[in-house]
């Protein structure tokens, strides 16, 4: 099993900058591909980024292209998530996750943090 723990969100005002950041332990010899998903209330959890643990290949959602960049840190464990640009959409609760299978760049990952909240007003 992998255990991730998020932390980085917060408040901030559109237009600002936010990194997120998820530290896994456990079985991480063992991970495929990592990223993040996002949520608001009443609506699916909603895919924005992933990359694969060893080839670095990244996918992000159209949205946030250009906006944010995911990266990782293997000899830590941690996967990161600047965010640039924040806007009022962005709002939502984030999700670290990651899966130790082959799957396609925006499958829903096996394993969850617990999130970590995002609100940018304008």
């Known amino acids: 099993q992998v255990q991730l723990v998020e932390s980085g969100g917060g408040l901030v005002q559109a237009g600002d900058s936010l990194k997120l950041s998820c530290a896994a332990s456990?079985?991480?010899?063992?991970?495929?591909?990592m990223g993040w998903f996002r949520q608001v209330p009443g609506k699916e959890r909603e895919f924005v980024a992933a990359?694969?643990?060893?080839?670095?290949?990244?996918e992000y959602t159209d949205s946030v292209k250009g906006r944010f960049t995911i990266s990782r840190d293997n000899a830590k464990a941690t996967v990161y998530l600047q965010m640039n640009s924040l806007r009022p959409e962005d709002t939502a609760l984030y999700y670290c996750?990651?899966?130790?299978?082959?799957?396609?760049?925006?499958?829903?990952?096996?394993?969850w943090g617990q999130g970590t909240q995002v609100t940018v007003s304008s």
């Open positions: 990359i694969r643990w060893l080839s670095g290949n990244t």
């Open positions: 456990g079985r991480t010899s063992s991970v495929y591909q």
């Open positions: 996750g990651g899966v130790n299978r082959v799957v396609t760049m925006k499958s829903l990952f096996d394993y």
